[in-house]
């Protein structure tokens, strides 16, 4: 089987096995469980990585991803790129642990799988903050007072966040082999249209952005049977086809029309 949640953000308490035994149904080693961004291991390389990567790894079921925005690219990058089920993937741990490339088709079980990662970081205001920059202490020092949310680039923020246009068009040519045909969508955050919608639920708005417009191209053209991302949140089903997911752990919705 295979089973959804959404960002992690380095804390993977929901997979403890006092809070899988409260789950409706039992993940076993057969089992896939997909995150939809944000998972927060590769951060840093610390103890707590090392930690946590042995922790997942010892766990019954196999971790599958894609990137989100609060996400180390720079650390994803150290992993070679591999084949595994007909699309690209990282091995962070060798078939336990399986980092899902953007713009890339999988078979899994018997259903295909369009995966794309990314979003673009909100918490901002403060601005973005480049350590090699001159001014760096200044600024630093200017946004602590400030009291607004900022991000340090290579440290909390990676530009890597939004893909390139290559990989939009590795995305489309492996879509146009397809017939623009999967049954499922796997991403980070929505495409612009849906996360209008969203909106309208949380009375909270989110910038547009390259990658918001390509999902709306999507949107126009493909066809699946159920969209999954995270990035927001909230555990929402904004519709019959499209699914937010946050802290909740679901079945994947094998009969979505």
């Known amino acids: 089987m295979i089973y959804l949640t959404g960002d992690c953000h380095g804390d993977f308490s929901r997979f403890s096995r006092k809070q899988r035994m409260r789950l409706p149904f039992e993940i076993t ?7 939809c961004g944000d998972m927060g291991l590769l951060w840093a390389h610390d103890g ?3 930690y946590n990567k042995k922790w997942l790894s010892a766990l019954p079921f196999t971790i599958l991803w894609v990137q989100g925005n609060h996400e180390n690219y720079d650390m994803i ?3 070679p790129v591999c084949m595994w089920h007909g699309g690209k993937v990282r091995h962070i741990v060798q078939d336990k642990i399986i980092l899902l490339e953007r713009g890339q088709i999988f078979e899994i079980e018997g259903k295909s799988f369009f995966t794309f990662g990314g979003a673009s970081t909100h918490d901002i205001q403060g601005g973005i903050l480049d350590r090699s920059s001159p001014t760096y202490a200044r600024e630093r020092q200017r946004a602590n007072k400030s009291g607004l949310p900022y991000r ?21 040519a492996n879509l146009s082999k397809a017939g623009y045909a999967v049954d499922y969508v796997i991403t980070h955050c929505l495409s612009g ?3 209008d919608r969203l909106e309208k639920v949380l009375s909270a708005r989110r910038n547009k952005d390259i990658l918001t417009d390509y999902f709306d191209e999507l949107e126009t053209k493909l066809q699946y ?6 990035h927001y949140h909230e ?12 802290e909740d752990i679901i079945m994947l919705s094998y009969n979505a029309v």
Request: glycine share 6%; hydrophobic share 35%; net charge negative.
């Open 77 to 79: 990058a150290e992993y």
């Open 152 to 172: 340090v680039r290579g440290i909390s923020w990676w530009a890597q966040e939004l893909p390139s246009v290559e990989e939009m068009q590795e995305g489309r």
């Open 225 to 230: 049977q159920h969209w999954y991302c995270g």
């Open 29 to 35: 080693e057969k089992d896939y469980v997909i995150l």
């Open 193 to 195: 249209r849906m996360q």
């Open 235 to 246: 555990n929402i089903r904004l519709d019959e086809r499209h699914t937010v997911l946050y």
């Open 48 to 50: 707590e990585f090392t």
